[in-house]
């Protein structure tokens, strides 16, 4: 098992009263090894919060949240940091490249906290290999301004794998990409995923995108439900 959620639940309070707004509801899930999941529902169902929480980037009002086994709600802050880094990749909307550095630079941020020389040097490897496998070398020491939303967004898709995650969360990845591109992204994160055995769940409106992944799951009303 790489992650699972037990009875997790997510409310907010209204500012301006003290309505409580339910965007999760109790939900279980687990997510094995190899697994390729895409999660669809309407927008504002909570898909994001989901996502989120699964990645330790938000926190669950109740429930418990394991990766590779451990609870991460008891974990310290440093040991929850290094997980982020090392055991989870992510990948969002907007490739959030820092317009100020090159390509390589951008993608190599993931390993500025990595202090083992060999395993740096390891993965700065395999980022250049990702890069030939992905036709980016050759813009490698060109800045984001210089390159289309699609060479961002691959080079986004790098950046998040480049210390070998265990599993890659893309939140609508696609979202800002023309249909081709949008479809070549998502085989590419198919490609990548496999061969680096990491597990996939892709956050997505649309319904083709959906479609390429081996399960889909509906969140809706703060509930789960697998489609297929």
């Excluded at 906290?113 to 990702?130: F, N, T, V, Y």
């Amino acid at each position: 098992m790489i992650a699972a959620l037990q009875k997790i639940s997510k409310y907010y309070t209204q500012p301006s009263s003290s309505e409580r707004l339910e965007v999760l509801k109790e939900i279980t899930f687990s997510l094995e090894h190899n697994d390729k999941i895409a999660i669809i529902g309407p927008s504002g169902s909570g898909k994001s919060t989901f996502l989120n929480i699964l990645g330790t980037l938000d926190i669950p009002t109740s429930g418990t949240v394991f990766i590779d086994e451990r609870d991460v709600n008891s974990l310290p802050a440093d040991e929850l940091a290094a997980i982020r880094n090392r055991f989870i990749g992510f990948i969002f909307q907007q490739h959030y490249l820092l317009p100020q550095l090159t390509l390589w630079e951008n993608i190599l941020l993931p390993t500025i906290p990595i202090k083992d020389k060999m395993l740096k040097k390891e993965s700065q490897g395999h980022a250049r290999r990702l890069l030939q496998q992905t036709g980016l070398e050759k813009f490698m020491n060109r800045l984001p301004a210089q390159l289309s939303l699609g060479e961002c967004q691959r080079a986004a898709v790098i950046r998040a794998l480049v210390n070998k995650p265990r599993l890659l969360l893309a939140d609508e990845p696609t979202g800002s990409l023309d249909r081709q591109n949008a479809l070549n992204l998502t085989q590419l994160l198919l490609e990548l995923s496999k061969e680096q055995q990491t597990a996939l769940m892709v956050v997505t409106h649309s319904a083709e995108v959906a479609g390429k992944m081996d399960i889909i799951y509906k969140l809706n009303a703060g509930t789960l439900q697998r489609m297929n």
